[in-house]
């Protein structure tokens, strides 16, 4: 892999860094305590945490506190609402609960259908194909449209799923530098040496919050006879005029051949989506393996997207009301306190990262808001590189003014010992 970088998220799952299976006598996964240990040490190991209450918007019970969440993807506050939680318990009563089967043997039903023309129709595509996921849909898309022979262009910091679909492709992946197009262009000088190639991007960045230079990218796909695939997973219902995520924001939608979005961010739902032309949705169904050899998700999620897309569609005010949370956070926090490691948005969206540095130093600022009564998740390795943890503060349409001021003043009375570069 051509990495200009080292990629933490590449790295993640590539067996253990000490302990030799064989090497000592023992049962067969006597090694993984030495390995968690070594992850506890170095305060990467994840546990989780219940929540005790039911999703409420903005709102969260964990560990005995009720905190104002500032963790979730739930960014217009649909999760929790009344009208999926009726959706599913109609659907349940009238087609059950359980598929059965992959789509392609029985466990396509007509809700699966229905949800793949209404998002056809929100998404001004011909075609959409329903996945589980996200993560399953951007597998999907990747591995069967780049194999060997081809070529792929991804940025560094793509999702996990890209990554995976990119490794499972056989295809020669180069990783361009984070929305770096000038160096981009340069490596599409190889171009030529294979038979298809794809550029592909998250277009809103999970964990630095910024978005991908769509134009610039639909220009060079154009210009280098690209295939151009854009993730669309934390715009999806957010970001343009009818939430159809960034490429709608830049006016670019119809130089993006493949598009991926998320029912289950903003959507507040579960499953993923593939959306373009009716050929690519014929290719996916027949070419991508986590599509093929996976049971269709219960109807009943299916019935509870529709309900969430037809949130999405009457009520644009949610949108509204997230952008007047975006441009507000920005004014309350002392200007001294602001990230500003380079790269970081110009633009600022619904994710906010607050750069700390180290693992334990973002540990303790994440409890001592806890302890304030906000949830704002420490990001740290694999999903970030070791010396770029931070916090990542999500808005939702859910929360107040109040809530959003009060984690303002708290960011703001963070000791200097605490503060971003
Ligand atoms: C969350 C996410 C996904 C996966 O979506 P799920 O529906 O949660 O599996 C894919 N791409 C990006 C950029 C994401 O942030």
Known sequence: MNNPEPDVRQDAGDGP????PGASPGPPLAWLDGELTALQSQNRLRSL??????????LLQLDGNRLVDFGSNDYLGIAADSRLVEAVRRAVGEHGWGSGASPLVSGYGVLHRRLEEELARFEEVAAVCLFPTGF???????????GPGDVIFSDQLNHASIVDGCRLSRAEVVVYQHLHTASLGELLQQRSRFRRALIVTDSLF?????????????ELARRHDCMLMVDEAHATGVWGENGRGVAELKGVENSVDIRVGTLSKALGSIGGFVAGSRA???????????????TAIPEAAAAASLAALDIVRSEPARRVRLRELIALLPKLVERTRRPTAPG??????????????????????????????????AIRPPAVPPNACRLRISLSSAHSDLQVQRLAECLNRIGPEFGPH
């Open 49 to 58: 945490r219940v929540r005790e209450s039911p999703h409420v918007s903005g």
């Open 136 to 146: 399953a849909a951007n597998v999907a898309a990747v591995s069967s449209l780049c």
């Open 206 to 218: 999970s964990m630095d919050g910024d978005f991908a230079p769509l134009q610039q990218l639909a």
């Open 280 to 294: 690519l949705v014929d290719w996916i169904r027949n070419r991508g393996r986590s599509y093929m050899f996976s």
């Open 344 to 377: 970081l948005a110009a633009i600022p969206s619904q994710i906010v990262p607050w750069l700390v540095g180290g693992e334990s130093q973002t540990l303790r600022i994440s409890k001592s808001l806890h302890d304030s009564g906000f949830f704002v998740p």
């Open 17 to 20: 860094a000490t302990g030799y």
